[in-house]
């Protein structure tokens, strides 16, 4: 079983100084919560398969202008380095969501496949983008770029659930968005779950609450209750963008 276990670090490209100027509530309520600043972070996973990206991060090329500016920015491939990780090894990233701070980077990983849920694609590229509020969310560059992506073969559709290989299950969560997805996996200390945007805080895990930015809320709700159930431990499910997880680095070993 030990060949099972997989490493997992955060790396954190970048990083506003709290919720208020992100826009986004990270819980139902606006609390005080939104006072802390909020980590944009991407995972890399060290397991039997080799490595594996959970996000790619943002690319200030594909990103609303104000991103591109400062948030302390450094590229994904800089801080993969740090581990000893080409970006052009990877060869599989996971994609939780579209959210521009979750997959703008798909740059980054000239030779990986992208493995998302089809609901995903299917909404991001759907009819409902003649509406602004969605459509400003994926950013222009975006739609193109899938279209160069799925021409290459490097996209990977899936429905539903999915063991992606002995060890790591990528799990259908909706909620925060109509595809979003979690990750599932073995680990040396329990099976851990990556909860992508269906957890922004340790909040939202310690006190079972919901983000405040959601698709779907009861999608989002049970998917929580989903990765609380399936982490070994409360402290194996790892939100996606509090700054304690990173523990005052820019790549930290979470296990």
Request: glycine share 8%; charged share 25%; aromatic share 8%.
């Amino acid at each position: 079983l030990m060949t099972l276990n997989h490493s997992i670090h955060a790396l954190m490209v970048g990083m506003s100084e709290n919720w208020w100027r992100a826009s986004i509530m990270p819980c139902v309520r606006s609390d005080l919560e939104r006072d802390k600043p909020v980590a944009y972070i991407f995972c890399l996973l060290e397991g039997p398969q080799g490595p594996v990206a959970v996000d790619t991060g943002y690319h200030p090329d594909y990103v609303a202008p104000e991103w591109a500016q400062g948030k302390d920015f450094i590229e994904p491939p800089a801080l993969l380095a740090q581990l000893g990780v080409k970006a052009d090894e990877i060869k599989t990233v996971i994609v939780t969501h579209f959210h521009q701070d979750h997959f703008t980077g798909l740059d980054y990983f000239p030779k990986a496949k992208f493995v998302m849920q089809r609901a995903e694609l299917e909404f991001w590229t759907g009819p409902l983008m003649r509406h602004d509020i969605f459509a400003k969310q994926i950013r222009p560059k975006v739609r193109p770029a899938l279209a160069r992506l799925k021409q290459e073969g490097r996209i990977e559709l899936i429905e539903g659930d999915v063991e992606l290989y002995r060890g790591l299950e990528l799990l259908k969560a909706g909620g925060h968005t109509p595809g979003s997805q979690m990750v599932a996996l073995e680990t040396a200390a329990g099976k851990a779950v990556l909860c992508g945007d269906i957890a922004y805080t340790l909040k939202n895990i310690r006190d079972h609450v919901p983000v405040g930015w959601y698709h779907n809320l009861a999608d989002t709700v049970v998917a929580l209750e989903r990765a609380l159930t399936m982490a070994a431990r409360p402290d194996l499910a790892f939100p996606n963008h509090d700054t304690e997880i990173m523990q005052g680095k820019r790549v930290a070993r979470i296990i």
